[in-house]
């Protein structure tokens, strides 16, 4: 009985492994082009879609990047097709291409200006539709076109797409003047009737004969449409909001009227809403700790007077950033910082007949913006090295 019930278990082991041995639907590396980097652009004048593939080559990504005596061969290849839809400019792409086209590693996914303004929806469908495309990609919006700012030097890194997508992380570490967005999060943003999602602006900067990549500002959606955009400090200003603020510098000014670099190390940012006498408010509270970068000036900063004055004066810097924001956002009726989902799950009663005319309650809401910052630490000196 034991021996038949070993040899049933040996035979069973047996088929599973032949099975998960399979290898039907597999494919080389060699058959597969990488790609980095997606752009989105609209013809305007046809109405077709663009789609600007960056490809790399994988025998010189690892190599010096020099060849020929001595001239610099790319690590990349642009492939660009045209199409009614994305998915057959994408399939299009083929034609050109030795190698099917790869998507999962894909880095970032830029959209072009004219496609920002047409309407997104129709041009994300695809990434978010196809099991080989992935939602953790980071998606912008390109000044001018997509293809251009996929044709620019990688400067210290082998590709653009490469390059762009490590100039969005550390924008949001080092700076946090515009929000790192991934496509999951532009999607459920683009899904809910009141919220007005946002992307990062990347732009080409003309640095003598080369054109380099760089993010400069935040693009603001209105349903699926780009309506407007923030600047840095208004961009800051959404990200205090949403408790989103990594790092940066806040420049403010001794009471002596020098310039301080104070720097960003730890901050939180939260927002509550009431509904007072049938009227929405909202209390933002943001908690900010720094330290003492640089100073311009010869007096002693490490005075508790002094100290409590420079931490006064960042306090405002931050508030001006929130106003800022919220005053653009007011502007744009674009509710980018999620004010009415978030009265929609406190008072869901309330909400229904709020929610159509949210636009107009959104540019009159009383907003409150209360800020407590802290300088911790002045750096390896007390004092500036000047001449007695």
Same mark, same amino acid.
């Given at each position: 009985?034991?021996?038949g019930?070993?040899?049933?278990?040996?035979?069973?082991?047996?088929?599973?492994i032949?099975?998960?041995?399979?290898?039907?639907?597999?494919?080389?590396?060699?058959?597969?082009?990488?790609?980095?980097?997606?752009?989105?652009d609209k013809?305007?004048?046809?109405?077709?879609?663009?789609?600007?593939?960056?490809?790399?080559?994988a025998?010189?990504?690892?190599?010096?990047?020099?060849?020929?005596?001595?001239?610099?061969?790319?690590?990349?290849?642009?492939?660009k097709d045209?199409?009614?839809?994305?998915?057959a400019?994408?399939?299009?792409i083929?034609?050109?291409s030795?190698?099917?086209?790869?998507?999962?590693?894909?880095?970032v996914?830029?959209l072009?200006?004219?496609?920002a !303004?047409?309407?997104?929806?129709?041009?994300?469908?695809f990434?978010?539709?196809?099991?080989?495309?992935?939602?953790?990609?980071?998606?912008?919006?390109?000044?001018?076109?997509?293809?251009?700012?996929?044709?620019?030097?990688p400067?210290?890194?082998?590709t653009?797409?490469?390059?762009?997508?490590?100039?969005?992380?550390?924008?949001a570490?080092?700076?946090?003047?515009?929000?790192?967005v991934?496509?999951?999060?532009?999607?459920?943003?683009?899904?809910?009737?009141?919220?007005a999602?946002?992307?990062?602006?990347?732009?080409?900067?003309?640095?003598?004969?080369q054109?380099?990549?760089?993010?400069?500002?935040?693009?603001?959606?209105?349903?699926?449409?780009?309506v407007?955009?923030?600047?840095?400090?208004?961009?800051?200003g959404?990200?205090?909001?949403?408790?989103?603020?990594e790092?940066?510098i806040?420049?403010?000014?001794?009471?002596?009227?020098?310039?301080?670099?104070?720097?960003?190390?730890r901050?939180?940012?939260?927002?509550?809403?009431?509904?007072?006498?049938?009227?929405?408010?909202?209390?933002?509270t943001?908690?900010?700790?720094?330290?003492?970068? !640089?100073?311009?000036?010869?007096?002693?900063?490490?005075?508790?007077?002094?100290v409590?004055?420079?931490?006064?004066?960042k306090?405002?810097?931050?508030?001006?950033?929130?106003?800022?924001?919220?005053?653009?956002a007011?502007?744009?009726?674009?509710?980018?910082?999620?004010?009415?989902?978030?009265?929609?799950?406190?008072?869901?009663?309330?909400?229904?007949?709020? !929610?159509?005319?949210?636009?107009e309650?959104?540019s009159?809401?009383?907003?409150?913006?209360?800020?407590?910052?802290?300088?911790?630490?002045?750096?390896?000196?007390?004092?500036?090295?000047?001449?007695?």
């Amino acid at each position: 009985m034991k021996t038949g019930s070993r040899m049933i278990k040996t035979v069973l082991c047996f088929l599973i492994i032949v099975c998960l041995c399979g290898c039907g639907s597999s494919r080389e590396l060699n058959d597969l082009g990488i790609v980095l980097g997606v752009g989105i652009d609209k013809d305007v004048e046809s109405g077709t879609v663009q789609i600007t593939a960056q490809v790399v080559k994988a025998g010189e990504i690892s190599s010096s990047g020099k060849k020929n005596g001595g001239s610099e061969g790319k690590a990349y290849v642009n492939f660009k097709d045209t199409g009614n839809t994305v998915f057959a400019a994408v399939r299009d792409i083929t034609t050109q291409s030795s190698r099917k086209l790869y998507f999962p590693h894909s880095q970032v996914l830029i959209l072009g200006r004219s496609a920002a !303004e047409d309407g997104v929806t129709k041009y994300l469908d695809f990434f978010m539709r196809d099991p080989e495309t992935r939602l953790n990609v980071y998606i912008l919006v390109a000044r001018d076109s997509a293809e251009g700012v996929l044709d620019t030097e990688p400067q210290l890194e082998k590709t653009p797409a490469n390059m762009i997508f490590r100039l969005v992380e550390g924008e949001a570490k080092s700076t946090s003047q515009a929000m790192a967005v991934r496509l999951r999060d532009f999607k459920d943003s683009l899904m809910v009737k009141t919220n007005a999602p946002v992307a990062p602006i990347v732009e080409i900067s003309d640095d003598g004969d080369q054109k380099t990549a760089k993010i400069n500002g935040t693009a603001v959606f209105k349903g699926d449409r780009m309506v407007g955009e923030l600047d840095k400090i208004e961009g800051r200003g959404l990200l205090w909001v949403l408790g989103k603020v990594e790092g940066g510098i806040i420049e403010t000014t001794s009471s002596q009227g020098n310039w301080v670099s104070l720097e960003i190390v730890r901050a939180k940012g939260s927002f509550s809403t009431e509904l007072v006498n049938g009227k929405v408010k909202i209390t933002i509270t943001i908690l900010e700790e720094g330290n003492i970068g !640089e100073q311009a000036g010869p007096e002693n900063l490490t005075t508790l007077s002094e100290v409590a004055f420079l931490e006064k004066q960042k306090g405002e810097v931050i508030k001006n950033e929130v106003l800022a924001a919220i005053q653009k956002a007011q502007e744009l009726d674009a509710d980018i910082f999620g004010f009415g989902e978030s009265i929609h799950h406190k008072y869901p009663k309330e909400w229904t007949a709020m !929610e159509d005319n949210w636009d107009e309650i959104f540019s009159e809401i009383e907003v409150e913006v209360k800020v407590e910052a802290k300088l911790r630490l002045t750096g390896r000196i007390n004092r500036p090295a000047v001449p007695k």
